[in-house]
């Protein structure tokens, strides 16, 4: 039985990736001088918070300090992309209503994000976040945590909510945060698409169903079992 739920946020409660990946790109090739290939961002950036991916780029260790300083430059990149694109800029279809339910049920739900607080803010901002989440629930990164796939986000935000992962549905969109969902021993994992990549997730033993958005009815069957 299902008793709470947790979600990652950028690729599956916000569909950014397009957003994320041009900032990335940009980023890497002015301050790294760098051109990332598809398969060094799905292995290096995709799911990873800042820091791993500043040491992957520039080859060399980072601080705490230095990671949050260097990833606000990429981040600066990314927020003015989304905010010229508003059409785009919006919560994932079915998601309002997905939590609209959570709160009328009264399951418990979390937010476990590699995003850094400056995102945060930023998204609590433009979705009206705080409707249905209390800010100093949301896991997100702070420079403390091992990043996915390491559990370490899933089990913070499971205990934020008093809920064990192993009772918790988990919703990602990455392979590295797919796996630290797993690691983290979650009761069950819906994969969210990233454009054509449904054949791709459904291949993983981790993931019990694959979804396009939040309107897809196994959600509320997993939920009421």
Not at 110 to 127: C, M, Q, S, V, W
């Amino acid at each position: 039985m299902i008793k709470g739920v947790l979600f990652d946020f950028n690729g599956t409660m916000f569909k950014d990736s397009t957003f994320n990946e041009a900032a990335w790109l940009a980023f890497a090739e002015k301050e790294a001088h760098k051109k990332l290939s598809r398969e060094a961002f799905d292995q290096h950036v995709h799911g990873k918070n800042n820091r791993l991916v500043l040491e992957y780029l520039f080859e060399r260790p980072f601080t705490k300090a230095a990671a949050l300083q260097w990833g606000e430059k990429k981040e600066d990149i990314y927020r003015e992309l989304v905010c010229s694109h508003p059409e785009a800029a919006h919560l994932t279809t079915g998601l309002p209503e997905l939590l609209d339910f959570l709160q009328a049920e009264k399951i418990p739900f979390n937010i476990a994000t590699a995003a850094g607080k400056g995102n945060l803010d930023f998204y609590f901002e433009r979705f009206s976040l705080a409707k249905w989440f209390t800010y100093e629930q949301i896991v997100y990164d702070n420079g403390e945590r091992q990043s996915k796939p390491a559990p370490d986000y899933y089990l913070a935000a499971a205990a934020k909510i008093q809920v064990p992962a192993s009772d918790c549905l988990v919703f990602e969109d990455s392979l590295s945060g797919i796996q630290a969902a797993h690691n983290a021993a979650a009761a069950k994992i819906f994969a969210i698409t990233t454009n054509d990549n449904g054949a791709q997730l459904a291949a993983l033993p981790q993931v019990a169903g694959v979804i396009d958005d939040f309107t897809d009815s196994r959600i509320r069957d997993v939920l009421m079992a």
